[in-house]
């Protein structure tokens, strides 16, 4: 009887953590495609500014992403607008051109509520 107790405590503790690695699996894949959009949004600023090299980087967002369009690319997709390529309540913003491109997370209720995210750490940082 002792036995058998074992092996479903055993199994319950293999379940548990499987149950807890799964969703800490989601969150680091939701956290490196962040970071890898980041990235290449950052890219792009980079590939602008060697095919414009006189030109100024625009001063606001939307001119900022519609300058930098026709470099963001996701596979072979062109990127339409940054709300369809962001996750679910994280807003992409495109910073001036040398600072790094930075990720909100808007979420009411979580825990990361206006928090901005940190690709140095593949994390959150903030309130």
Do not use: C
Not at 52 to 61: I, K, L, T
Not at 72 to 85: F, I, P
Not at 95 to 113: C, D, I, P, V, Y
Request: hydrophobic content about 40%.
């Amino acid at each position: 009887m002792v036995e058998v107790v074992a092996v479903l405590i055993l199994l319950f503790i293999l379940a548990a953590a499987g149950i807890w690695s799964f969703g800490n699996s989601r969150s680091v894949e939701i956290f490196g495609k962040i970071s890898q959009d980041l990235a290449r949004i950052d890219s792009a600023k980079s590939s602008w500014r060697t095919d414009h090299p006189e030109d100024a980087f625009p001063g606001d967002e939307p001119s900022r992403f519609a300058t930098l369009q026709s470099y963001l690319k996701s596979g072979l997709m062109q990127v339409d607008t940054l709300a369809n390529w962001q996750p679910a309540n994280v807003n992409y913003f495109i910073n001036g051109e040398l600072l790094l491109s930075m990720a909100t997370n808007n979420t009411a209720g979580s825990t990361n509520f206006g928090k901005g995210y940190d690709r140095s750490v593949n994390d959150w940082y903030g309130n």
